[in-house]
């Protein structure tokens, strides 16, 4: 698919440069004919195009040597004194040929009259500056292009280097997400084997989310809501009475809308390590929504933050939720959270 790409863009450029140069070298016999004068293809080839050539020699020597040999390459003072060189030789040719033409010309006519009007220095300074506008417009075609060629391969660098980064992000999750399960399990298995090997079998199930779905850039919203369903439960069992967990899925089962995998997991790990206590009244709430453009999660829990000594976590997860929201929807959504009254709030939206 590059390839074709830069196939189709080289015979574009190529057809610009044809249609540039037919019309350079069409402006003065559609300038002669306009003014009524009349000229034959063997004067135009003698007078008309000595100009138009001058130019397409400048303009091709600088393009495909001089810029690309010299200018790119940091030689700046031989590119300059190279195209003096270049412009003296093809001013002073032109000059003379335009002289040679004129007057054999007047000769075969049997005219002898002598140079009336400007000075000839006149014109060979008009030509001259008109050859340095040349070299001008060939350096800034030739940047132009380069200027182009350095950004896509810059956006091309950045895209790899988001996606690796994504990447990354992602195999970091997997045994962070793992970690904290485990210890959910091993704390059931304290006080309830039967529970725990319940767990164990809704974790084998969670797994193939992750080591599967996680592998994709995007997964169906459906999907990930039902995964998400079956860790709350994995969650519950482990729970006391004195907490209590409500959800609301207000999202379509069959909802196709695509989303990046396992980006909300980390705030409802969150919610589970800091909203609940042993001793005291808690509660969790999460919700999810979808709307035209627009995925919202909202969690909200009584804060009891864990001691120092707690191991449970450690305190990645939220920064890499933040990481891969930067890196997959920049600019794309709006999060939310903070603590008031023991009570933590968090509010992520993502529009697609």
């Known amino acids: 698919m590059k390839q074709l790409l830069n196939s189709r863009s080289r015979i574009i450029e190529a057809l610009i440069h044809v249609i540039g140069w037919g019309i350079v070298f069409g402006f003065p016999l559609l300038m002669m004919t306009r003014s009524r004068f009349t000229i034959t293809w063997v004067e135009y080839l003698h007078h008309g195009s ?13 393009y495909c040597f001089l810029i690309p040999r010299y200018l790119f390459e940091g030689h700046i003072r031989q590119y300059l004194l190279l195209n003096v060189a270049l412009i003296t030789c093809i001013t002073a040719s032109a000059h003379f040929w335009q002289e040679y033409t004129f007057q054999f010309s007047d000769k ?32 800034a075609i030739r940047l132009s292009s380069r200027w182009v060629q350095v950004e896509a391969a810059r956006r091309e660098a950045e895209k790899s280097r988001a996606e690796a980064e994504l990447k990354n992000l992602r195999s970091q999750l997997n045994p962070h997400f793992l970690l904290n399960t485990l210890n ?6 304290a006080f309830d084997a039967d529970k725990a090997q319940t767990a164990v079998q809704e974790l084998s199930r969670l797994l193939r989310h992750v080591l599967y779905d996680n592998q994709q850039n995007f997964i169906a919203l459906g999907k990930e809501m039902d995964f998400i369903r079956n860790y709350i439960e994995l969650m519950r069992i482990r729970l006391s009475a004195n907490v209590r ?9 069959d909802s196709h809308t695509e989303i990046a995998p396992l980006i ?25 929504s979808e709307s ?15 001691n120092e000594a707690d191991k449970s976590g450690s305190g990645i997860g939220l920064e890499q939720v933040r990481k ?16 008031s009254e023991k009570e933590y709030k968090s509010i992520l939206s993502i529009r697609y």
Request: glycine fraction near 6%; proline fraction near 8%.
């Open 324 to 339: 891969r929201l930067e890196l997959t929807y920049p600019g794309r959504y709006e999060w939310q959270q903070g603590v």
């Open 245 to 253: 967990v409500e959800t609301r899925f207000d999202v379509r089962p």
């Open 264 to 288: 909300f997991i980390s705030l409802i790990e969150n919610a589970f390590k800091h909203g609940i206590s042993t001793i005291e009244p808690s509660y969790i709430r999460i919700c999810f």
């Open 292 to 306: 035209p453009k627009e995925i919202r999660c909202e969690i909200t829990n009584s804060y009891h933050p864990k």
């Open 108 to 139: 075969g006519a049997g005219k002898g009259r002598p140079h009336m009007g400007p000075p000839k220095w006149i014109f060979i300074m008009r030509d001259a500056f008109s050859v340095i506008l040349t070299v001008g417009l060939s350096a």
């Open 184 to 189: 959910n399990i091993y704390a059931l298995i």
């Open 50 to 62: 000595v100009v138009p050539l001058s130019f397409l020699i400048v303009f091709y020597v600088n």
